[in-house]
T-cell receptor, first 113, second 115 residues
């Protein structure tokens, strides 16, 4: 197993365009998380899946953001009508359960121009 | 609401010197506590964690951290820093009463190591 993988690693998009990121967690992990990290800040929680169910969403996740995890495997995070303020690193993490170590992917760096 | 404060945004130490990175948290009870390290272009790697029990926790790469309930602190230490330790370090808390396992991170401390 190669760990948590995220695709793409970098994305440059024009304001107003839609973007979609993918996360492939460690295969046996039932929990999946999305975080956003802006320059000089720590990661901020966006949303959490247990298997295919999205069980918590942060207030940071506006209605332009949507995340899915069909079949409880990979997950996608879509941002519609991107804004410059969406520029950030989007990190995905997965774990086996409450208290278990969360393994992070290398992230997708989004730049909105 | 839970929060994490890392008072030092940037620290520079000489190679071979000791290191202490500070972390203070705000939470009504004892949270789960973590230290992660992030190298440029890399994801976060867990150094160590504290849930309960012995307040001195050993981690990977020679790091240790001590939980002090009276000070709401979880400071990270290393007796002798190596040049490869240069990276960004994040303290994080998890809320035991929450079933999500989500983490709340501090803003990070950037460690620079002088030869």
């Amino acid at each position: 197993d190669t760990g948590v993988s995220q695709d793409p690693r970098h994305k440059i998009t024009k304001r107003g365009q839609n973007v979609t990121f993918r996360c492939d967690p460690i295969s046996e992990h039932n929990r999946l998380y999305w975080y956003r990290q802006t320059l000089g800040q720590g990661p901020e929680f966006l949303t959490y899946f247990q298997n295919e169910a999205q069980l918590e969403k942060s207030r940071l996740l506006s209605d332009r953001f949507s995340a899915e995890r069909p079949k409880g495997s990979f997950s996608t995070l879509e941002i519609q009508r991107t804004e410059q303020g969406d520029s950030a690193m989007y990190l995905c993490a997965s774990s086996l359960g409450q208290g278990a170590e969360a393994f992070f992917g290398q992230g997708t760096r989004l730049t909105v121009v | 609401a839970q929060s994490v404060t890392q008072p030092d945004i940037h620290i520079t130490v000489s190679e071979g010197a000791s290191l202490e990175l500070r972390c203070n948290y705000s939470y009504g009870a004892t949270p789960y506590l973590f230290w992660y390290v992030q190298s440029p272009g890399q994801g976060l790697q867990l150094l160590l964690k504290y849930f309960s029990g012995d307040t001195l926790v050993q981690g990977i790469k020679g790091f240790e951290a001590e939980f002090k309930r009276s000070q709401s602190s979880f400071n990270l230490r290393k007796p002798s820093v190596h040049w490869s330790d240069a990276a960004e370090y994040f303290c994080a808390v998890g809320v035991p009463s929450s079933n999500t396992g989500k983490l709340i991170f501090g803003q990070g401390t950037t460690l620079q190591v002088k030869p």
